[in-house]
């Protein structure tokens, strides 16, 4: 059977791609059970489509599976009340977390994309443990609407890819401003009628602008082995004749000021009850006051439950309002940072760490906000495997909107790369064959 999606008149492709979709539980599928991995909404249907789901079927997508995630969002795990999701290159280890279904769904062959959503890092934690592409776009460019977010103001709905043609293509089909998620408001005006597919060129390192982020390059005997990984890459793009602009930093502490530009705990709970609103009346639950005094949730996750419910009020917080001008201030210093040294894109680590075992959140070391806190966007691309045979990824950084040039230096270095390492754990099968 050919499952594709075709590209409409105006883009002129002339492609014709395979492509089931792997959608994580948080995104409403109106005829495919969607539960969040909770056992409250297990076996339950919301009344609409997520605004990206409609998107993507509009154009001829087959939405193939809902995909395991942590809870509602609330770790860095990836497991929930269906089980643990687990880590194809070594099975003791985290897969990533909170988007880790969809990262190994699209990493063993289950689908060819998958739509994830992050918070944090829960777009591109998931995939760097699973040497995926991962595109966590500007804020405002993909609707959320139809979504269970954690944040309002900083969730984000991304791509899990094999390769960045693949990515680029489902985006196109999922950005756009919606009426529903006022957010989208910011992309009027700045998106072009081409799809991302055009901008893409194997060429492009040629003369290329990269600024190195030395802030986000952990310091510390035991990340060194990642900061060689990614420098050689750097190296790399030297000898592919980019510029490279070494030594970019903002001239503070901006692993250890994360922390006060993040508020989505303080959300949560807001975010949930106007989810749940959109969800429909048959919706088993009506608020998360209501979720929580049913006892039907993770245990494992009951701190952030009582830390979101004795949040009454943020319009008048100060803390938190301090901490969404933390956020504009950052993305500011970011964004001038690489204008001052005219750089198309910043590029550093993802993560210092790789996967950790099972039982432990891939947070803290392994967790770099800086594209989700700041809402600017960002391109994680695999640069192979470390001693251990578990992936690495590093990450492009654009400025608001820059997709089409993120996109198109992630696509040259992928080419000149070809750093995806596929799992042993999940082989072909002997007599295996799929006709398209």
């Not at 076996?43 to 087959?62: E, M, N, S, W």
């Amino acid at each position: 059977r050919r499952i594709s999606i075709e590209p409409p008149p105006s883009f002129n492709s002339g492609r014709d791609i395979p492509i089931p979709i792997a959608i994580k539980d948080t995104v409403d599928v109106k005829d495919i059970t969607s539960a969040g991995g909770n056992e409250a909404l297990k076996g339950t249907f919301p009344q609409y489509d997520a605004t990206v789901v409609k998107k993507l079927r509009d154009a001829g997508a087959i939405i193939f599976l809902k995909a395991n995630l942590d809870e509602f969002n609330l770790g860095g795990e990836s497991v929930s009340a269906f089980g643990q999701v687990l880590n194809p290159y070594d099975l003791t280890r985290n897969p990533g977390g909170s988007s880790g279904g969809p990262a190994v769904a699209v990493n063993c062959g289950f689908a060819t994309l998958g739509i994830a959503t992050e918070t944090g890092a829960s777009i591109r934690s998931p995939a760097s443990n699973n040497s995926l592409i991962a595109i966590a776009p500007t804020q405002g460019l993909v609707s959320r609407a139809g979504v269970i977010v954690m944040s309002y103001t900083q969730d984000r709905v991304g791509v899990h890819a094999k390769s960045v043609d693949d990515a680029a293509l489902m985006l196109t089909y999922m950005r756009g401003m919606d009426p529903e998620d006022l957010f989208t408001w910011e992309s009027l005006g700045k998106l072009t009628p081409e799809p991302y597919t055009s901008h893409l060129n194997k060429n492009a390192l040629v003369g290329a602008r990269f600024g190195v982020f030395r802030d986000l390059f952990r310091k510390g005997e035991e990340f060194q082995p990642i900061n060689q990984l990614v420098d050689k890459e750097i190296s790399y793009l030297r000898q592919q004749r980019a510029v490279v602009q070494d030594g970019l930093n903002t001239g503070m502490d901006l692993v250890g000021f994360f922390g006060q530009a993040r508020a989505s705990i303080d959300e949560f709970k807001f975010a949930f009850n106007a989810y749940l609103h959109r969800r429909g009346p048959d919706t088993p639950v009506h608020s998360l006051e209501e979720l929580v005094a049913s006892g039907k949730y993770l245990k494992h996750f009951e701190g952030s439950y009582k830390r979101a419910l004795a949040v009454e009020s943020v319009d008048f917080d100060a803390d938190y309002l301090a901490r969404l001008k933390n956020r504009l201030t950052l993305r500011k210093i970011i964004v001038d940072l690489m204008d001052k040294y005219q750089v198309d894109v910043l590029v550093h680590p993802f993560k210092s760490l790789a996967a950790p075992l099972i039982g432990t959140v891939d947070r803290g070391p392994r967790d770099n906000p800086v594209s989700s806190v700041t809402g600017l966007p960002a391109i994680g691309v695999p640069i192979g495997v470390n001693r251990e045979g578990l992936p690495i990824s590093m990450e492009f950084l654009g400025r608001p909107f820059s997709e089409p040039t993120l996109l198109k230096l992630a696509y040259a270095y992928e080419q000149a790369t070809h750093k995806r390492v596929a799992p042993k754990s999940t082989p072909h099968l002997d007599g295996e064959v799929f006709t398209y």
